[in-house]
Every structure is written in structure tokens, then in C-alpha cells.
């Protein structure tokens, strides 16, 4: 499709309520927060502009070359006046027009005490990386800001020499940093049981992925003279209240896991694990154990309370699997996705995501009739290890009802499943572990929904 032919197709798209809120609506949340007030306005100002049809003023000004827009003739305000000086902002904050785009709770889960799970909003993030403000969250009990003065780690166990770091000694140790992705091992739990949740964010929004900063495990080990032969496991240990502890085989210790302090180019947010944390990179996140307090070398699985009573999956003879860790690959798109609304027929960009705890995605295949035809996407770069890996496709949407799917392969061949082959296998009642194959249903009107297919 050439350049003039994509300018006269181009369809419009109502993203979900996150995106581009007016001024007042901004003011308002910027002092106040959101409220089901807000959240109401925000909706009927779609419904308003959905209303006025195809024939707006902006979709004018695309397909005529913008005549008669006055917001491309006219001088805008901040066109003619001065702008904010640097010292308005010492430490940047993303755009008032932006304010709605932030983690939320998911209503449907039961919290308790300061536990909590905060979703990122996968629908309006661009590329791979995750800014630090939006990594989800996903805490035992509520995140804690620790000093870092005051703060330890200690090795022990199957050592030589057991040994007590400062935060100063290591910063001071030769740093690396790899992008990689953190899943909740529970992310798209709630779909197992066909609970249809609305929108990408509360699907699959306990996934983000970061640029990581650290030391790897595997020196730590070595200064401290660890028994990697006899020693096959290592407990690592969190500071917080929940005490959560979580075993690692030495194999992976010794491959890829970092001991990590900095998160996209700065010292780590406390609710992800200021000042130090561990990041075993395509596990379930659980194991990426924040506010690292302790590692020790064993030669056994620990069963801790976080391993024998949660965290396995239940099988349909019921028993419990434990200790499955690895985050297979999986695939979602994100735009256009639920909570969206297509706005007219055209052209449209249907982008997502793909990842695999083992390893590098290698194709990315998406269908727009629920899976009976497929067209292979492009993988956009970089294309890295056990991280995120943005795919796009171009697709003319021609006002007929459509499904939208993604389907990820990674480098060792592994396909991603059908929710019909994967419940063949794992059932309907687990929790942990949903990789199957996610649906968005595009009606004639284009309201973009969740659906389950095969």
C-alpha cells in the first residue's frame, strides 16, 4: 500500500479511556485523582465524539489536505507565550494529558491487608521497554522504602566464607545490564476459569520489561567460595514484612540471574524493590525476590510457605505441580485490543507483544478471523533473550465482525497453545502459568471486547 492509498484508508481508533484526556479532565486529576465521576466523564466525552461520526473536523483535515483546521491555521496558545523553565521540573513527570495512563487494581481480586497487585497499561505502551513509573506491582505485604545506608546482604550456607555486603560494595563490582521481562506467574490467571476480564491491562498487565542493572549472581558465588557441585539450590530471601523466600537451582544462578539496583538508567522505585533485588530472568516473577536481604547455598529444594502452599499449578488429577518456573512464550496484542473502539473502516497497525523464558522470539503469527487463517507479523528490534519483543501487521478492516489473535514461536520450537491444548492438558482450575492464545472480538460497530476461542 502506497503512501496516498494509506492516507485515504486510514481507519480511526478510539483507544481505551487512558489515552489523551482533555485539559479540564487533566486539572482535575492531576489535583484529585480518579473517581467514578471522572471515569463517567471521561466516558461520554467518547461516546460524544464517537457520535459525531466519520465526518469530524480532524478526519477532514487528514483526507483534504487539513483546510480549514483551525487548530493547524490558527496560533495555538503555547505558541504564543513562554514556556516552563527547567527548574519547574527537576525530576521529569510525564505530561498532564497523560494522567490517566497509570497501574490500577483489578476489582475482581481479593486483597488483603497491604497485599496488592497493580497491572501495567499494556494498551498504551510503545516498543519494548516499560517506564518505571508503570511496572506492575505485585506485593506479599505492601512495598517498603528502605535506607540503603542501613541496608545488607548476606551469603551463607554451602560457602567457604560467609560473607555480608553493603550497598557501596556492590556498586563497586564489575555492573552489567540486559534487558529482560518480570510475569506474574499468575498473569491471565483470571482467564483459565473463562472469565472474560475487559481490557490488555487486566489480561496480561502483570508483565513489564526493563533494562537491568546489577551484578551477576554468579560472582557473588565465587567470592564467597560456594559449593556449586554439592550446593544445587540457592534460597533468596526479601526484607519485607512478608519474609518471601524462594528457592533457585544453581544452574540457573550461575547462568543469567543478576543481583540488581538499577531499573532503566536509575536506582530502583521502592515498589520494586529499592534498594536491591534479584532478577532470574524467564521464571515466574516471584523468584525475582525484591529487597534482597539473604542468599543461601543448599543442596536441596526448601518447600518455603511460598512454594508449598502457593505458587503450583493443579492439575485436572489433582495434583500439585510444584516448582514449575518457567514462563513459556506467549504473545498478546495490544492495540487494537479491549476497551478500544475502531471508528470507521481502513487501514490499521495491530500491534503487541511476544516474550519466552527460553529465550529469543523467533516468529510471531496473527489472525483476523479467530484463528482459521494466519499471516506472519514483523518482529520489530532489537529482538533480545527472555525479554519483550514488539510485532506489527497491517491489516484493512472492512466493517465485518473480525477476531483478532496472536501466535508466538520462540528458538527452541515451542508454539504457543490454544486455550482447547492447553486445558487438555492443564484443566480449567488452575491459576498459574496461562499462556494460551488471547481474542479480542471486533464487533461491526468496532467495540473491541474479550472472547475466548478453541
Not at 487512558?18 to 482535575?28: C, G, L, P, R
Not at 486529576?29 to 463517567?40: D, F, K, L, P, Y
Not at 560457602?159 to 552489567?176: A, C, G, N
Not at 507483544?353 to 496473527?366: E, F, H, N, P, T
Request: hydrophobic share 40%; charged share 20%.
Amino acid at each position: 500500500m502506497n503512501t496516498n492509498d494509506l492516507r485515504l484508508k486510514l481507519g480511526r481508533l478510539k483507544r481505551a479511556p487512558e489515552n489523551f484526556v482533555s485539559a479540564e479532565f487533566a486539572t482535575e486529576v492531576s489535583a484529585n485523582g480518579i473517581t467514578e465521576a471522572r471515569r463517567g466523564f471521561l466516558r461520554n466525552s467518547f461516546l460524544a465524539a464517537v457520535a459525531a461520526g466519520a465526518s469530524t473536523a480532524s478526519t477532514l483535515a487528514f483526507a483534504q489536505g487539513s483546510a480549514g483546521d483551525p487548530t493547524i491555521l490558527d496560533k495555538q496558545v503555547w505558541q504564543t507565550t513562554l514556556g516552563q523553565p527547567v527548574a519547574a521540573r527537576p525530576y521529569g513527570v510525564p505530561s498532564k494529558y497523560e494522567a490517566n495512563l497509570q497501574r490500577r487494581e483489578s476489582p475482581g481480586l481479593t486483597r488483603v491487608s497491604a497485599a496488592s497487585v497493580s497491572f501495567a497499561p499494556l494498551q498504551g505502551l510503545f516498543g519494548i521497554i516499560t517506564p518505571n513509573g508503570l511496572h506492575f506491582e505485585r506485593h506479599h505485604q505492601g512495598w517498603v522504602d528502605i535506607d540503603p545506608a542501613k541496608h545488607r546482604l548476606m551469603i551463607n550456607g554451602m560457602v567457604k566464607q560467609e560473607l555480608v555486603f553493603t550497598m557501596e560494595d556492590l556498586m563497586r563490582l564489575p555492573s552489567v545490564s540486559r534487558i529482560h521481562f518480570i510475569e506474574c506467574g499468575a498473569n491471565t490467571g483470571m482467564e483459565w476459569g473463562n472469565v472474560a476480564v475487559p481490557t490488555v491491562q487486566y489480561t496480561h498487565g502483570m508483565l513489564s520489561c526493563c533494562e537491568f542493572t546489577g551484578v551477576p549472581l554468579s560472582i557473588l558465588l565465587d567470592m564467597a567460595g560456594a559449593d556449586t557441585k554439592k550446593g544445587k539450590y540457592i534460597l533468596a530471601e526479601g526484607g519485607d514484612g512478608s519474609g518471601m523466600t524462594r528457592t533457585i537451582s544453581m544452574e540457573m544462578a550461575l547462568d543469567d540471574v543478576l543481583v540488581v539496583w538499577g531499573m532503566n538508567g536509575e536506582m530502583l522505585r521502592p515498589e520494586n524493590g529499592y534498594p536491591l533485588r534479584l532478577v532470574v530472568p524467564g521464571v515466574q516473577g516471584v523468584s525475582s525476590v525484591k529487597w534482597l536481604r539473604r542468599l543461601e547455598v543448599g543442596d536441596m529444594p526448601y518447600a518455603t510457605k511460598d512454594e508449598a502452599v502457593h505458587y503450583m499449578d493443579l492439575m485436572p488429577d489433582g495434583i500439585h505441580r510444584q516448582y514449575t518456573s518457567i514462563q513459556e512464550c506467549k504473545s498478546v496484542i495490544t492495540t487494537p485490543s479491549g476497551g478500544q473502539q475502531l471508528l470507521e473502516t481502513g487501514f490499521y497497525n495491530i500491534s503487541g507483544m511476544a516474550w519466552s523464558g527460553r529465550g529469543k522470539i523467533k516468529r510471531v503469527d496473527v489472525s483476523v478471523d479467530g484463528g482459521r487463517n494466519w499471516r506472519e507479523a514483523r518482529l520489530e528490534s532489537p529482538v533480545l533473550t527472555k525479554a519483550i519483543t514488539r510485532f506489527n501487521i497491517d491489516w484493512v478492516w472492512d466493517g465485518k465482525p473480525a477476531i483478532l489473535q496472536s501466535r508466538a514461536t520462540d528458538e527452541t520450537g515451542h508454539i504457543q497453545s490454544s486455550y482447547r491444548m492447553l486445558r487438555e492438558v492443564r484443566g480449567t482450575r488452575s491459576i498459574y502459568h496461562n499462556n494460551a492464545i488471547q481474542s479480542w472480538k471486533v464487533d461491526t460497530n468496532g467495540e473491541v471486547s474479550n472472547v475466548q476461542v478453541g
